[in-house]
Each structure stands twice: as structure tokens, then as C-alpha cells.
């Protein structure tokens, strides 16, 4: 689940990325952060994926069990009128396993709505399409 870079500022999310493989270690990590829409309470937004962060997180590698936190900018790639009332994120890592000479791909969707008091809560979702 994501945490906040600034509480006043819930836009401002970082994820964290672990490798839950108690035997190996992921090796030449790369992880992309993506915007996939919003949509502010002026009903203005968009409804297409992007790259929000070119730099592409890298790691060597991510011993079993070992967690990295991971700023996704999205109030850089956000310049819309209004609050935003639903942004949804996306989260895609590369790596191999060591010993393992294929590249694999795994994704995360984070859905953030305001609640009631009008706070942006994320959520995770389930994941539809694939890497390309």
C-alpha cells in the first residue's frame, strides 16, 4: 500500500516494492511507475496511460524478503484544474530471478478515491493486460 511523502498532499504517494521469495534474490530490478487516468471535481481528467518517472527505478538486486520504497511523482504529471477526486496508478517491475536467464514482469493497480471527509484513499486492484 502506498505511504505519503506529505500527509497534507495525498498525491504525493511512495509504494513499496518487496521480494517475497524467501529463497532468491530478484536480480537487475527494474520498476516503472504509471499514470492510467483522474479525474477532478471539475469532471476534467484523462483516460489513458503514461510513464509518469523516465528514471525507471533500478536495483542490482532484492534480497529475499527485502523491501525499496519507490516516490511516484504524480503531482509533477498532474496539472489539472481542481482537486482530484480519483487517480489511478499503475506499478509494473522487471527483474529475473538469479540462475534465471528470462526477464519477468509483474504489475500492481493502486485506485485512490475520496472518502467521505474528502481525503484521497488508495487501493490496491486487481490488474488487467500486461507489459508490453
Not at 477532478?40 to 484523462?46: A, L, P, S
Not at 489513458?48 to 523491501?67: A, C, F, H, Q
Request: charged letters at 25%; a positive charge.
Amino acid at each position: 500500500m502506498p505511504r505519503y511523502l506529505d500527509e497534507s498532499d495525498p498525491i504525493s504517494a511512495r509504494f513499496d516494492v518487496s521480494n517475497h521469495n524467501s529463497l532468491f534474490s530478484m536480480e537487475e530490478v527494474q520498476i516503472i511507475c504509471g499514470l492510467d487516468k483522474v479525474i477532478t471535481d471539475r469532471n476534467i481528467g484523462f483516460d489513458r496511460s503514461m510513464v509518469i518517472d523516465r528514471r525507471n527505478y533500478r536495483y542490482k538486486s532484492l534480497s529475499p524478503g527485502e523491501t525499496v520504497t519507490v516516490p511516484c511523482p504524480l503531482r509533477t504529471a498532474i496539472r489539472l484544474p481542481g482537486s482530484i477526486t480519483r487517480a489511478e496508478v499503475t506499478l509494473w517491475v522487471e527483474y529475473r530471478w538469479l540462475f534465471w536467464p528470462k526477464r519477468l514482469a509483474a504489475g500492481q493497480m493502486f485506485v485512490g478515491e475520496r472518502d467521505a471527509q474528502g481525503s484521497l484513499q488508495w487501493s490496491a486492484r486487481p490488474l488487467s493486460g500486461r507489459l508490453e
